[in-house]
């Protein structure tokens, strides 16, 4: 009998393609989300324009619950 894993006590978010995530000073636009990975764009209120990402989930999910 396998034993569950330990919580962490955080709640994860389900990501969808065109989900918008407000962060600080910027934005951040779900594009693609596949098993594993997720796809984003970045956008900052500063002229250095949208930043393209892909992350694993749990590392995207850790990025926004920070």
Avoid: C
């Avoid at 600080?24 to 596949?34: F, K, R, S």
């Avoid at 970045?42 to 393209?52: A, D, I, S």
């Amino acid at each position: 009998m396998k034993k569950p894993a330990a919580s962490t006590g955080r709640t994860f978010a389900l990501f969808k393609k065109g989900q918008l995530w407000k962060i600080g000073d910027g934005n951040l636009l779900i594009t693609a989300v596949g098993k594993t990975l997720v796809y984003y764009k970045e956008y900052r209120t500063h002229p250095n324009g949208k930043l393209h990402n892909l992350s694993s989930k749990l590392e995207l999910q850790i990025y926004l619950l920070d």
